[in-house]
């Protein structure tokens, strides 16, 4: 996770880490929530995951969210078992009417798996989160793209952490409301961090308080004319031929964001001797 601080004017950050997600309290889910421990399990209220499970591209994806409903992972984790060249369908796609009210979540409060870590959804699926309104707390690792959302189904991406393949996306999401957001997020390695498409009027929705490290293209892309915030995000250690952001709208507003060399950053971090002005 990512927390960052203001201090007199200065932009300055500290990093959490990632790996202590169990000590981090979370609020618990509805009691008259169902729980479940399998693909496919249709239902017409909130569900919790209470079991591990896993699935491959023999079906279209693992769990249907409908109608506005929500889903808490609790911990547990959904795990595509392709490899190679071979992808699943979405671990969490929400469907039906109303889907930018779901949240899905992890409430999980507890020690790590045996090698340190704590995963929800791993493995090579075609996007961990598809659609679903409001994403929060989830730790993602080898997706093609981490979330997605199109439409009007957007909402806000909240504390999570993703490490998406090589050559994938951590977020790639269309957000339509000035209430929008993607902010608190960690995103490690692939090809891209952030793709949004944001409103066509102002105010846009706002990218903020992210850290972006290891992508080999770029951390932060619009591609068309939208309104954007992008503000106090820190966008590090990018690859050889990366740039940090690439905004092809002039209608993104840029506040306190901190990057290496080659973008509308308040501080790049190439340039500085020492960073004093940063950090």
Do not use: W
Request: charged share 15%; proline share 3%.
């Amino acid at each position: 996770m990512s927390t960052f601080i203001e201090r007199n004017g200065d932009f300055g950050f500290a990093i959490l880490s990632s790996l202590a997600l169990g000590m981090i309290f979370f609020s618990s889910v509805d009691a008259s929530a169902l729980g479940i421990n399998a693909c496919n399990t249709a239902t017409n209220v909130d569900n919790y995951l209470s079991a591990d499970i896993s699935y491959s591209s023999s079906i279209s994806n693992c769990l249907t969210v409908r109608d506005g409903h929500n889903l808490d992972l609790r911990g547990h984790t959904i795990t595509c078992t392709e490899t190679g060249s071979n992808t699943c369908g979405p671990a969490v796609l929400c469907d039906g009417t109303s889907r930018e009210n779901s949240v899905i979540q992890d409430t999980y409060i507890g020690n790590s798996d045996s090698d340190g870590q704590h995963r929800n959804i791993i493995g090579p699926a075609s996007s961990a989160v598809a659609d679903c309104g409001t994403v929060q707390k989830l730790k993602i690792e080898g997706a093609i793209v981490g979330i997605t959302a199109t439409g009007t189904t957007g909402k806000n991406y909240v504390k999570n952490v993703i490490i998406p393949a090589s050559s994938g996306t951590g977020i790639d999401v269309t957000l339509q409301d000035a209430a929008d957001s993607i902010s608190d997020n960690r995103i490690d390695g692939g090809a891209f961090g952030i793709k949004i498409v944001g409103r066509s009027v102002s105010t846009g929705p706002k990218i903020d308080h992210n850290v972006l490290r290891g992508f080999t293209r770029l951390g932060i892309s619009n591609a068309d004319g939208t309104y954007v915030r992008i503000e106090n995000n820190a966008l590090l250690e990018g690859g050889v031929y990366s740039s940090p952001l690439s905004i092809t709208s002039a209608n993104v507003s840029y506040t306190g964001n901190v990057c290496e060399s080659g973008g509308p950053c308040s501080c790049e971090t190439d340039n500085l001797t020492p960073p004093v002005n940063c950090f």
